[in-house]
């Protein structure tokens, strides 16, 4: 486990009290302020922890707001997997952290199959009685994941490589998604790779408790991306979770790793694809019809601090004109709002955006994360988007099924 970061950074300002939406949605919430650095000192005298570590979403709200710079996630983060190395997690948590090996063992079970068995009112009430609230939105199983459907693409030849990582939603629920951004890199100059070992960042590892799977998962990436970095390719995603855990995470929780491997900043794929506009090389569609868009910044990428970039590719685009919502977080924070204990937490969190969403007079909203996509449809009923399949519905408003 890393080094740990020195708590006496924090000048108790509460800054990030003020800007953390758990705190502000329940009182069963000390705040990022106590239960960071200040518990932090506690700690590390061996005093009991704080029950209430459990309800810190890492959200990255306290880390952006902080104008010193703190990083009061990761101090929780690695509180909570000391916790969880006194007391395991239990089998909810476990499910919740390895949803892609969790995939990858049902592979074998049609689509449908999977869904009926995940997704029916009986099974829904057995997952209740686990800790996965009835009422929370869960994602259906693709027919094919993204790497399979991949496996199958005739890509131009002659193309630059570009590895794209592609993350745990995007592969196994939403890999039309995932082919929208193949097209559009393809259009921009590359051909993009998914190197077969990659596997899942490790976020909902860390999120749930289960440090040693993510430094597992961690060290496997690295190896196999820092083959593909030292030749110059890019490597990008379309995941702002994947993007930072790669970016900020990994290199606080595991530093000996990127002794070891050298540093792998996985960029914004949104991020590449602006460029790539800007600089002429992705070719912008002309749509004639008009479409309002509402946008939301997930929290894990305003926490990069690299702009908005999805939002700027959608507002490049003729005709379409692009709202940002600006109304904080949704609330869901990867698995935190499927949980029975707070669930109603995750809604109180997310009412803003809901409210600002269904108010905005919007045909579509947007959004690079797949949970808040998932999350906002299921608060406000607008169809969310990821901003590469609206560009791509632009250029081919009935886009071809690979």
């Known amino acids: ?23 502000e949605a329940t009182p069963r919430f000390l705040g990022p302020r106590m239960i ?40 929780n983060m690695m509180a909570r997997a000391e916790q969880c190395l006194r007391r395991p997690p239990g089998l909810r948590d476990w499910v919740l952290g390895h949803g892609e090996l969790t995939a990858r063992w049902l592979r074998v079970l049609p689509a449908w199959l999977k869904n009926f068995g995940m997704l029916n009112p009986v099974t829904r009430k057995i997952l209740d009685v686990l800790g996965i609230d009835r009422r929370a939105p869960l994602p259906a199983f693709a027919p ?16 630059q490589k570009l590895v794209l990582y592609p993350g745990c939603y995007i592969d196994v629920y939403d890999p039309q998604t995932g082919l929208d951004l193949v097209w559009a890199m393809n259009r921009a100059g590359y051909e993009v790779v998914v190197p077969d070992p990659l596997v899942c960042c490790g976020l909902p590892m860390v999120a749930n408790g289960f440090w040693q799977h993510a430094r597992s998962n961690a060290e496997s990436n690295l190896k196999v991306l820092a083959r593909w970095r030292d030749q110059g390719v890019p490597v990008v995603t379309a995941c702002p979770s994947c993007a930072l855990t790669f970016q900020q995470d990994l290199p606080e929780y595991f530093p000996d790793l990127e002794q070891t491997y050298g540093a792998c900043r996985v960029g914004d794929a949104q991020e590449f694809l602006l460029d790539c506009a ?61 949980k029975k204990e707070k669930y109603d937490i995750a809604r109180e969190v997310g009412a803003t955006l809901f409210k600002t969403v269904r108010e905005s007079g919007a045909h579509v909203a947007a959004s690079e994360c797949g949970t808040c996509r998932m999350q906002i449809v299921h608060g406000s009923g607008l169809t969310c988007l990821h901003p590469v399949r609206i560009l791509r519905q632009r ?6 099924k690979e």
């Open 1 to 23: 486990m890393s080094a740990r970061i020195n708590p006496d950074r924090c000048i108790a300002c509460t800054t990030c009290v003020v800007h953390c939406p758990v705190a």
């Open 36 to 75: 960071g650095p200040a518990c932090e000192r506690f700690r590390r005298m061996g005093l009991a922890e704080d029950p209430s570590l459990h309800y810190c979403s890492n959200c990255k709200n306290c880390d952006i707001s902080c104008p010193h710079g703190v990083p009061v996630s990761s101090l």
């Open 144 to 159: 094919r994941t993204f790497r399979q459907m991949l496996r199958r693409m005739r890509q131009p030849e002659g193309l």
């Open 278 to 338: 800007d600089t002429g090389r992705l070719p912008l569609p002309e749509g004639e019809q008009e479409l309002r868009v509402v946008y939301h910044a997930p929290c894990h990428l305003r926490a990069q601090g690299n702009g908005l970039p999805g939002m700027e590719l959608l507002r490049a685009l003729p005709g379409v004109s692009v709202r940002n919502a600006d109304a904080g977080c949704c609330g869901i924070s990867g698995s935190y709002g499927f």
């Open 395 to 400: 250029a081919e408003p009935c886009p071809k």
